[in-house]
């Protein structure tokens, strides 16, 4: 089945400094990656749209210049935390969707990243 | 606004069956997800139902009705290992995913 690997699957930064997460989809091409961000017994949250060759569509409330994203390739999409704050301590999550699937095909979820600011 | 409603948590015996339901309320419909979520890792895809009715796989079961906004995950002969959450996630118009909470399954022996 597709495969999505994201790295590192846990970071602890020090406030101030920053941290990228990469995403990468491994067996198929995804045109749309999709970042998200879930805290403690919470549900996923949509961070942004990630397009390949195009800039990230950022969901409401979320700082497009803190939470940089590029996806430089068909294949790879990175999360750069920038300035890293406590409260930025959560569980990152991409996905993709395979670009050759049907509209309505399931994502494809990477391990995730559990980051730790301190 | 659009809204996915299941229940918080709940609690099964090993060996039997459970019933998890959402309800829904979106802007338009293009299919429905379950996931199964273990604790401290990513979401993986159990069913898919955009049709009216119940999708079988193995021991877990999806309904649809769409009529209702509804939909049920059903787990039959419950093992420990299926203690997780179960996240229901419905397609808008805009095939945007709307996320329900999750619902936290707890198996006993």
């Known amino acids: 089945g597709a495969v999505v690997s994201q790295h590192p699957s846990w970071v602890i930064c020090k406030s101030g400094t920053s941290v990228k997460i990469e995403c990468r989809s491994l067996d198929f091409q995804a045109t749309t990656m999709f970042w998200y961000r879930q805290f403690p017994k919470q549900s996923l949250m949509l961070m942004a749209t990630?397009?390949?060759?195009?800039?990230?569509?950022?969901e409401q409330g979320v700082e497009k210049d803190k939470f940089l994203i590029n996806h430089a390739s068909l294949t790879l999409s990175t999360l750069t935390v920038t300035s890293a704050h406590p409260e930025d301590s959560s569980f990152y999550i991409c996905s993709a969707r395979d670009l050759g699937g049907a509209g309505n095909s399931p994502l494809h979820f990477g391990n995730g990243t559990r980051l730790t600011v301190t | 606004g659009q809204n996915i409603d299941q229940p918080t948590e709940m609690t099964a015996t090993e060996g039997a069956i459970v019933q998890i339901n959402c309800t829904y309320q979106?802007?338009?419909?293009?299919?429905l997800f379950w996931y199964q979520q273990h604790a401290g890792e990513a979401p993986t895809f159990l069913s898919y139902n955009v049709l009216d009715g119940l999708e079988e796989k193995g021991r877990f079961s999806s309904f649809l009705s769409r009529s209702k906004g509804y939909s049920y995950l059903l787990l039959k002969e419950l093992q420990m290992k299926d203690s997780a959450s179960y996240l229901c996630?419905?397609?808008?118009?805009?095939?945007?995913?709307?996320w329900g909470a999750g619902t936290k399954l707890i198996i006993k022996p």
């Open positions: 990630s397009n390949e060759g195009s800039k990230a569509t950022y």
């Open positions: 996630a419905v397609k808008d118009s805009n095939y945007q995913l709307i």
């Open positions: 979106t802007s338009g419909f293009n299919g």
